[in-house]
Protein backbone atom coordinates (compact mmCIF):
# COMPACT_ATOMS: atom_id res chain seq x y z
CA UNK A 1 0.00 0.00 0.00
CA UNK A 2 0.98 3.42 -0.87
CA UNK A 3 0.22 7.07 0.56
CA UNK A 4 -0.91 5.83 4.05
CA UNK A 5 -0.58 9.00 6.32
CA UNK A 6 -0.11 8.44 10.36
CA UNK A 7 -0.96 11.53 11.65
CA UNK A 8 0.50 11.67 14.92
CA UNK A 9 -0.03 15.50 16.66
CA UNK A 10 -0.31 16.55 20.69
CA UNK A 11 1.51 19.46 22.93
CA UNK A 12 5.08 19.94 23.56
CA UNK A 13 7.15 16.94 25.03
CA UNK A 14 3.93 14.50 24.73
CA UNK A 15 6.74 11.82 23.34
CA UNK A 16 5.60 12.58 19.27
CA UNK A 17 8.77 12.37 17.79
CA UNK A 18 10.32 9.65 19.60
CA UNK A 19 6.96 7.29 18.99
CA UNK A 20 7.10 8.28 15.67
CA UNK A 21 10.45 7.14 14.86
CA UNK A 22 9.90 4.23 16.59
CA UNK A 23 6.52 3.43 14.96
CA UNK A 24 7.87 4.34 11.66
CA UNK A 25 10.97 1.86 11.86
CA UNK A 26 8.90 -1.17 12.83
CA UNK A 27 6.01 -0.53 9.95
CA UNK A 28 9.20 0.92 7.21
CA UNK A 29 7.21 3.78 7.06
CA UNK A 30 9.07 7.56 6.19
CA UNK A 31 8.82 9.56 8.91
CA UNK A 32 9.11 13.17 9.07
CA UNK A 33 9.16 15.32 12.10
CA UNK A 34 7.39 18.46 11.28
CA UNK A 35 8.40 20.67 14.22
CA UNK A 36 12.13 20.32 12.92
CA UNK A 37 10.79 22.44 10.13
CA UNK A 38 9.43 25.13 11.77
CA UNK A 39 12.77 25.17 13.91
CA UNK A 40 14.90 25.29 11.24
CA UNK A 41 12.67 28.28 9.46
CA UNK A 42 13.39 30.00 13.39
CA UNK A 43 17.13 29.09 13.17
CA UNK A 44 17.68 30.94 10.03
CA UNK A 45 15.53 33.49 11.28
CA UNK A 46 17.75 34.29 14.32
CA UNK A 47 21.37 34.15 11.97
CA UNK A 48 20.26 36.56 9.80
CA UNK A 49 19.32 38.89 13.00
CA UNK A 50 15.88 38.98 11.46
CA UNK A 51 13.93 40.08 14.53
CA UNK A 52 10.87 37.08 15.07
CA UNK A 53 8.19 39.51 15.30
CA UNK A 54 9.18 40.93 11.99
CA UNK A 55 6.62 38.84 9.60
CA UNK A 56 7.68 40.81 6.26
CA UNK A 57 11.18 40.00 6.59
CA UNK A 58 10.66 36.27 8.13
CA UNK A 59 8.74 36.03 4.71
CA UNK A 60 11.22 37.39 2.76
CA UNK A 61 13.82 35.25 3.82
CA UNK A 62 11.64 31.91 3.60
CA UNK A 63 12.18 32.71 0.20
CA UNK A 64 15.81 32.16 -0.07
CA UNK A 65 16.56 29.21 2.14
CA UNK A 66 16.37 26.11 1.36
CA UNK A 67 15.39 22.94 3.93
CA UNK A 68 16.92 20.06 3.26
CA UNK A 69 15.82 16.78 4.89
CA UNK A 70 17.88 13.14 4.71
CA UNK A 71 16.38 10.79 7.39
CA UNK A 72 17.00 12.11 10.99
CA UNK A 73 19.69 15.09 9.47
CA UNK A 74 18.10 18.52 8.99
CA UNK A 75 19.95 20.84 6.57
CA UNK A 76 20.00 24.64 6.52
CA UNK A 77 21.56 24.78 2.57
CA UNK A 78 24.00 22.59 3.17
CA UNK A 79 24.80 23.06 6.89
CA UNK A 80 23.87 20.56 9.38
CA UNK A 81 21.89 22.19 12.05
CA UNK A 82 19.95 19.08 13.55
CA UNK A 83 21.72 19.79 17.08
CA UNK A 84 21.47 23.88 16.57
CA UNK A 85 17.62 23.50 16.12
CA UNK A 86 17.25 21.68 19.20
CA UNK A 87 18.44 24.35 21.64
CA UNK A 88 17.54 26.96 23.87
CA UNK A 89 16.77 30.16 21.58
CA UNK A 90 15.20 28.20 19.11
CA UNK A 91 12.68 26.50 21.13
CA UNK A 92 11.66 29.73 23.29
CA UNK A 93 11.74 31.53 19.60
CA UNK A 94 9.70 29.15 17.67
CA UNK A 95 6.16 29.53 18.10
CA UNK A 96 6.07 32.81 17.29
CA UNK A 97 7.75 32.09 13.73
CA UNK A 98 5.18 29.37 13.38
CA UNK A 99 2.57 31.27 13.81
CA UNK A 100 2.89 33.67 10.92
CA UNK A 101 0.56 31.71 8.09
CA UNK A 102 2.93 32.13 5.44
CA UNK A 103 5.58 30.47 6.80
CA UNK A 104 3.02 27.68 7.11
CA UNK A 105 1.29 27.38 4.17
CA UNK A 106 4.86 27.08 2.82
CA UNK A 107 5.87 24.23 5.15
CA UNK A 108 2.33 22.26 5.05
CA UNK A 109 3.30 22.68 0.79
CA UNK A 110 6.76 20.89 1.29
CA UNK A 111 5.26 18.18 4.02
CA UNK A 112 2.73 17.12 1.20
CA UNK A 113 5.40 17.23 -1.47
CA UNK A 114 7.70 15.02 0.69
CA UNK A 115 4.86 12.78 1.79
CA UNK A 116 3.33 12.07 -2.07
CA UNK A 117 3.30 8.38 -2.81
CA UNK A 118 5.22 6.96 0.12
CA UNK A 119 3.62 5.51 3.26
CA UNK A 120 4.17 8.39 6.38
CA UNK A 121 4.08 8.75 9.95
CA UNK A 122 4.50 13.12 10.23
CA UNK A 123 4.08 14.82 13.64
CA UNK A 124 3.09 17.86 14.96
CA UNK A 125 0.04 19.99 15.75
CA UNK A 126 -1.78 20.30 12.76
CA UNK A 127 -1.09 17.50 10.80
CA UNK A 128 -4.23 16.03 11.44
CA UNK A 129 -5.96 18.79 11.10
CA UNK A 130 -4.64 20.92 8.26
CA UNK A 131 -1.92 18.62 6.68
CA UNK A 132 -3.79 15.68 6.09
CA UNK A 133 -7.04 16.00 7.09
CA UNK A 134 -7.64 12.40 5.86
CA UNK A 135 -5.14 10.74 7.17
CA UNK A 136 -5.75 6.89 7.66
CA UNK A 137 -4.87 6.73 11.28
CA UNK A 138 -4.62 10.51 13.28
CA UNK A 139 -3.35 10.27 17.10
CA UNK A 140 -3.34 13.23 19.78
CA UNK A 141 -0.54 12.33 22.30
CA UNK A 142 -0.90 14.19 25.40
CA UNK A 143 0.13 13.69 28.63
CA UNK A 144 0.55 16.28 31.88
CA UNK A 145 3.00 19.24 31.46
CA UNK A 146 4.98 17.97 34.59
CA UNK A 147 5.41 14.40 33.11
CA UNK A 148 5.98 16.26 29.70
CA UNK A 149 8.64 18.57 31.24
CA UNK A 150 10.43 15.84 33.00
CA UNK A 151 10.82 13.90 29.81
CA UNK A 152 12.90 17.14 28.27
CA UNK A 153 15.08 17.50 31.19
CA UNK A 154 16.16 14.13 31.01
CA UNK A 155 16.82 14.32 27.31
CA UNK A 156 18.68 17.55 27.72
CA UNK A 157 20.28 16.06 30.38
CA UNK A 158 21.29 12.48 28.27
CA UNK A 159 22.89 15.40 25.82
CA UNK A 160 24.99 16.74 28.77
CA UNK A 161 23.00 20.03 29.19
CA UNK A 162 21.92 21.60 32.03
CA UNK A 163 18.83 23.25 32.59
CA UNK A 164 15.99 22.89 35.78
CA UNK A 165 13.33 21.67 35.58
CA UNK A 166 11.34 24.78 36.45
CA UNK A 167 12.39 26.70 33.16
CA UNK A 168 11.89 23.41 31.10
CA UNK A 169 8.08 23.20 32.74
CA UNK A 170 7.45 27.26 32.08
CA UNK A 171 8.76 26.99 28.65
CA UNK A 172 6.36 23.85 27.63
CA UNK A 173 3.59 25.61 29.22
CA UNK A 174 4.53 29.18 27.65
CA UNK A 175 4.42 27.32 24.27
CA UNK A 176 1.71 25.06 24.45
CA UNK A 177 -0.64 28.03 24.96
CA UNK A 178 0.82 30.57 22.40
CA UNK A 179 0.34 26.99 19.68
CA UNK A 180 -3.28 26.34 21.20
CA UNK A 181 -4.49 29.90 20.86
CA UNK A 182 -2.71 31.09 17.85
CA UNK A 183 -5.31 32.12 14.50
CA UNK A 184 -3.89 30.18 12.17
CA UNK A 185 -4.00 26.02 12.43
CA UNK A 186 -3.76 25.75 16.43
CA UNK A 187 -3.01 22.42 18.12
CA UNK A 188 -6.00 21.12 18.30
CA UNK A 189 -7.41 17.64 18.58
CA UNK A 190 -9.16 16.50 15.26
CA UNK A 191 -12.41 15.12 16.12
CA UNK A 192 -11.43 11.40 14.52
CA UNK A 193 -8.24 11.40 16.44
CA UNK A 194 -7.57 8.62 19.21
CA UNK A 195 -6.66 10.36 22.07
CA UNK A 196 -3.86 8.99 23.85
CA UNK A 197 -2.65 9.90 27.03
CA UNK A 198 0.73 8.76 27.83
CA UNK A 199 1.73 10.39 31.59
CA UNK A 200 1.75 6.40 33.14
CA UNK A 201 2.61 4.82 29.82
CA UNK A 202 6.30 3.09 28.82
CA UNK A 203 7.36 4.52 25.48
CA UNK A 204 7.07 0.54 24.09
CA UNK A 205 3.64 0.97 25.38
CA UNK A 206 2.89 3.73 23.45
CA UNK A 207 4.61 2.80 20.48
CA UNK A 208 2.67 -1.03 20.60
CA UNK A 209 -0.32 0.45 21.20
CA UNK A 210 0.16 2.88 17.86
CA UNK A 211 1.45 0.13 15.68
CA UNK A 212 -1.75 -2.00 16.65
CA UNK A 213 -3.76 0.88 15.84
CA UNK A 214 -1.57 1.03 12.09
CA UNK A 215 -1.87 -2.97 11.55
CA UNK A 216 -5.46 -2.97 12.32
CA UNK A 217 -5.64 -0.68 9.08
CA UNK A 218 -2.79 -1.23 7.10
O1 LIG B 1 9.31 18.49 20.19
P1 LIG B 1 8.51 19.65 20.70
O2 LIG B 1 7.16 19.24 21.08
O3 LIG B 1 9.23 20.47 21.70
O4 LIG B 1 8.33 20.66 19.52
P2 LIG B 1 8.36 20.44 17.98
O5 LIG B 1 7.43 19.34 17.58
O6 LIG B 1 9.76 20.37 17.51
O7 LIG B 1 7.69 21.81 17.47
C1 LIG B 1 8.28 23.05 17.74
C2 LIG B 1 7.26 24.13 17.50
O8 LIG B 1 6.93 24.20 16.11
C3 LIG B 1 5.92 23.99 18.20
O9 LIG B 1 5.94 24.52 19.51
C4 LIG B 1 4.98 24.78 17.28
O10 LIG B 1 5.03 26.14 17.55
C5 LIG B 1 5.58 24.55 15.91
N1 LIG B 1 4.92 23.51 15.12
C6 LIG B 1 3.75 23.83 14.47
O11 LIG B 1 3.25 24.93 14.61
N2 LIG B 1 3.15 22.94 13.64
C7 LIG B 1 3.66 21.71 13.47
N3 LIG B 1 3.07 20.86 12.63
C8 LIG B 1 4.84 21.34 14.15
C9 LIG B 1 5.44 22.27 14.99
Same mark, same amino acid.
Given at each position: MKDFIVAIDGPAGSGKSTISKIVAKKKGFTYLDTGAMYRMVTLATIKKNV????KEEIVDLLKNIKLNIEKDKFYLGNEDVSEEIRGVEVTSNVSKVAAIKEVREELVRLQREISQGKNVILDGR??????? $????LKVFLVASSEERAKRRVKEFESKGINISYQEVLDEIIKRDKMDSTR??? $??LQAEDAVLVD????SIDEVSNKIVELVDNLF
Open positions: NVENDIGTVVF $PNAQEES $PLTSSM
